[in-house]
């Protein structure tokens, strides 16, 4: 096979990507060759000037990592990115991007097949008060039972960024996994699915895990008797979806997105006690120190918009899994945010879409799944606005002046829409 030397990446990468994946392949297995997914790859953190460039390979240990400009297609790095051996998983930490600008990521590896180019999109700066978009679910399983449309219909709305909030993918549903080498297969089951592989090459992503990462439900109870699992199912979610270096193991979190919008990512799960604990003042859901950055990190956002991304539901959902049985902790997060401007959470978990109402005022969304098995809700009740079990996903668009929120399904209609302003999503004593 011919050496791959920097002139002529350059050149077959100005050919385009079919031109670069036939030049990496030639030679190497024939004209008979099926295209499989031998090379994946996704955008994770983008934020105003960085990203990080997640890769796996099957064969492949050493993919080279090109970055152009969507404006001009100028190249802005070019690097060679060693893949671990066992793993075949890699992460390239990139800096020094343009805020508010379009990159093309394009892979190349001497042995690999359908070498896929990323697109994503770094965050506007502080003081920008242009529209953004952003897309939310959760819930994702690659199993053809689940397939729809509605990969397609996600990108076809053009999201800024997707969030995640859970369940990607599902790793305790026949076979089930418990050791590192299984929680990775689950992983790249969901990654190389022809569907989910074009999505996740599509646009930039920020994710957290719920509970099927790991097993159904998990709490402290779990990770105490089952502390192996719980170790390699931790370290692979960390390896599929890695944070920059500077966050440690910390993986709650808060981001910017221009001027109006900020999310602030909770961990459901790591801190959390367990679920059939006496719902008392000892119950919590995030631990002190999460709580704590939480409500600080609210009061201080400057955005006109702050979006908590939980990912399990404040109320209103089946069984204890969720909010409503750290209600101690969730009414003090409630009464701590009297006054804060512009407050909506966003949840998952239940398989359906729903609009809530809580104390206060208080607003929460609730969507997915993206792809799973739908949940059967119960008769309403006072809070509950709106409820629909499909395949959903929830779509944020905000200006200065307004909040709007769209539940769309896989088809592209567009089911549910409120907006709001910054007054009518404030936490009042009333």
Known sequence: MPVLTRRRFLRDTALGVAGLGLARFAGGCGDNATPVADLAGAVFEPSETGMIVSVWAKRARSVTVAITRDADGSLVTLTDLELDAASGLGALEVDGLEPDAGYAVTLAASDAYDAPTLHARTAPVLDATRPVRLAVSADVDPSPEFDSDIWTTMLAAEPELYISIGDFPYTDNGPIAQSVDEYRQRHLDLRTSPKIREFMAGVGIRAIYDDHEY?????????????????????????????????????????????????????????????????????????????????????????????????????????????????????????????????????????????????????????????????????????????????????????????????????GTRFYSETWTAADLTPKST
């Not at 997105?257 to 801190?271: H, I, S």
């Not at 009414?331 to 879409?353: E, R, V």
Request: glycine residues 8%.
């Open 215 to 411: 097993r159904n439900n998990w709490d402290a109870h779990f990770v105490a008797a089952e502390p192996e699992r719980y170790a390699a199912a931790v370290q692979v979610w960390d390896e599929f979806f890695p944070l920059a270096r500077a966050t440690g193991d910390v993986r709650y979190r808060s981001w910017r997105w221009g001027a109006n919008v900020e999310c602030f990512m909770l961990d459901c799960r790591r801190f959390r006690s367990a679920n059939a604990a006496p719902d008392d003042a000892g119950k919590t859901m995030l631990g002190a120190t999460q709580r704590r950055w939480l409500l600080d990190a609210l009061h201080a956002s400057t955005a006109t918009w702050k979006l908590v991304l939980t990912s399990v539901p404040l109320d209103f959902g089946t069984g204890d899994d969720h909010w409503h049985t750290f209600a101690t902790e969730r009414d003090a997060i409630f009464a701590a945010t009297l006054g804060l401007s512009g407050l909506l959470f966003l949840s998952a978990d239940q398989h359906w879409f729903a609009a809530h109402r809580h104390a206060h005022g208080i607003r929460e969304i609730q969507m997915g799944p993206v792809a799973r098995g739908l949940g059967k809700p119960d008769p309403a009740v006072p809070g509950v606005l709106y409820r629909n079990a499909t395949f959903n996903f929830a779509l944020v668009e905000a200006t200065a002046a307004a909040l709007t929120v769209t539940g769309i399904d896989a088809g």
